[in-house]
């Protein structure tokens, strides 16, 4: 696994404006929460100690009140206004985080769910990746959100970076929306939060939060055609005669697929599988032999090539820088 075990996503170290709203209103709707039980807890306790069976007791019933205007005033009124400070807040932070439009200098991305990984598109960019989803880091007088556009191919699936906002939906034949803003640059984990099938623990995310000259130099290197490289044109050629073109792009090739994702600059990506292994040759060549024993029940299929084309192929693969 590549998880780096610093990077555990946590909701309590939120790092982008959407998640620090919910951050807070969390921690208030806590303390008010608190603050409750421990009146009730306490009063609780204090009359089982207070009234309990003595040892002395005559065993008559105490005397029985009937009615107390100032009691049940409270008793109403104080639960009435918590719960409309409650609706309050939240009501806040629901347009905060859901109704906020996009600020000039808004990033647009459509995020599609696969079974199972995560196809990411810059249609202003004209980008196309996955998995892994660069964005810039915004400051104060600089803001630079990310607007993603959510849409599912397939079943249910929900989009999910703990430190940079709530939970969304994927859904198909609908499109959903949500914002992100990282405030710092770093890598935010993520997963996909619906069950949608077996291999759902692994449609893992990354997003990468870049100052803007290296978001820019990113966005230039992933607009920058395919690199052909003479010294793998044996596997460039193998790999444009199989069945791999039909479900994988590699921009300016045969390859022009959808199923799967855009290989045009795969050796840029940290991972593959979704996150399940390191983009190692070794490991792209375990995943090319045989997908399914690094990702059980993995929709791309072995191919049964000779350990000479495996070889091949990804001799090729390791040049799409
Ligand atoms: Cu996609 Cu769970």
């Given amino acids: 696994m590549v998880l780096e075990p610093a990077q555990i996503a946590s909701i309590f170290d939120p790092v982008s404006t959407p998640a620090a709203e919910i951050y807070t209103l969390s921690m208030l709707l806590l303390a008010i929460c608190a603050a409750i039980f421990v009146a009730v807890a306490g009063l609780t306790a204090y009359c089982v100690v207070a009234f309990r069976r003595r040892a002395d007791d005559d065993g008559r019933e105490p005397p029985q009140i009937y009615g107390s205007n100032p009691i049940e005033l409270a008793w109403t009124v104080l639960p009435l206004l918590i719960v409309f400070v409650l609706f309050l807040v939240t009501t806040r932070t629901l347009l905060a985080v859901q109704k906020a439009p996009p600020p000039p200098g808004t990033l647009h991305v459509t995020v599609i769910g696969h079974q199972w990984w995560w196809e990411f598109r810059y249609p202003d960019l004209g980008i196309v990746t996955a998995n892994e989803l660069h964005v810039p880091v915004g400051r104060a007088g600089d803001r630079r959100p990310t607007y993603l556009r959510l849409e599912s191919v397939d079943v249910v699936h929900s989009f999910w970076i703990p430190q940079l906002n709530g939970k969304t939906d994927v859904i198909p034949n609908r499109v959903n929306t949500m914002w992100i803003e990282p405030l710092r640059p770093g890598l935010f984990l993520g997963q996909c939060a619906e069950y949608c099938g077996t291999q759902h623990a692994h449609m893992l995310l990354r997003v990468i939060a870049h100052e803007p000259a290296e978001f820019d130099a990113w966005v230039a290197s992933q607009r920058a055609p395919a690199a052909v490289d003479a010294a793998a044109a ?31 600059h795969l050796m840029t990506r940290a991972t593959i599988g979704a996150g399940v292994a390191a983009n190692t040759p070794a490991n792209l060549r375990a995943w090319v032999a045989n997908p399914d024993q690094l990702k059980p029940g993995v929709l791309m299929p072995a191919m049964k090539l000779s350990a000479a084309e495996i070889d091949q192929v990804v001799a090729y693969l390791t040049t799409l820088q």
């Fill in 234 to 264: 044996s596997g460039r050629a193998l790999f444009d005669s199989l069945a791999c073109i039909n479900c994988h792009r590699v921009g300016g090739t045969v390859a022009d697929g959808a199923f799967g994702p855009d290989l045009t």
